[in-house]
């Protein structure tokens, strides 16, 4: 068994995070990913307990007040957070968990060391350019014009990208991906 890693993912929102680690978890057999809790509805291609486990904000409370959260945040007007469990459970299988979380999360793991005696790495994917975004954001169709339009002003108000040791420009997904794969391999 080798050393237990977490690799926390960050990027704007549309940069591709879920698309990589989804092709990441295929391919990659060592690493698994952990599922957050939101209290976000699901998009059509989403299942529960899959992508998210979906809650109602009145569970979400009740999980904050029970101290099940290693971490949790307020990002677009919905509730993201991630339960202790959900990181000790992929580590229990696998030796390496990716966490995909955003800015102000993967700061308060990268930099205040919550997940306390595990080496966190910082992985942050970027979109080659705003329009390309804007696109990918439009195209997915998951949100309405105002959601789409607070993905968009949150993309580069990130002062915190010091700490992320690798950066993806995903502009070819079969690139970023080999790229992607090769840092949870390697
Ligand atoms: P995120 O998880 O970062 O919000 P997604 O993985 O949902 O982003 O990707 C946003 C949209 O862009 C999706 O529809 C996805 O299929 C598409 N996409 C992802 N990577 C690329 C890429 N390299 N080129 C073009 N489209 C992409
Ligand atoms: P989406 O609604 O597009 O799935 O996710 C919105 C944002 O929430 C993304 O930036 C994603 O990284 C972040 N996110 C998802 N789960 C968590 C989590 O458990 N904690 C934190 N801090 N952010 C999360």
Do not use: W
């Not at 350019?129 to 002003?153: C, F, H, P, V």
């Amino acid at each position: 068994m080798g050393k237990k890693l977490c690799y926390v993912v960050s990027g704007p929102s549309g940069a591709g995070k879920s698309t990589l680690i989804k092709l990441a978890a295929a391919a990659v057999k060592s690493v698994g990913v952990t599922v957050s809790c939101t209290t976000r509805s699901p998009r059509p291609s989403e299942r529960d307990g899959m992508e998210y486990h979906f809650i109602s904000h009145k569970r979400f409370e009740e999980l904050i007040k029970d101290g099940e959260f290693i971490e949790h945040v307020e990002c677009f007007g919905n509730r993201y957070g991630t339960i202790k469990n959900a990181v000790s459970d992929v580590l229990l299988k696998k030796n390496r968990c990716i966490m995909d979380l955003d800015f102000d999360g993967a700061y308060k793991v990268l930099e205040d060391g919550l997940l306390s005696g595990i080496e966190c790495v910082g992985v942050l994917i970027l979109p080659p350019s705003i329009k390309s975004l804007q696109r990918r954001l439009t195209e997915r169709n998951s949100d309405g014009a105002a959601a789409l339009r607070d993905r968009l002003e949150n993309s580069f108000n990130c002062e915190k990208i010091a700490r992320y040791e690798h950066v993806i420009i995903n502009d070819d997904i079969q690139n970023s991906s080999r790229r992607f794969n090769n840092i949870l391999a390697g």
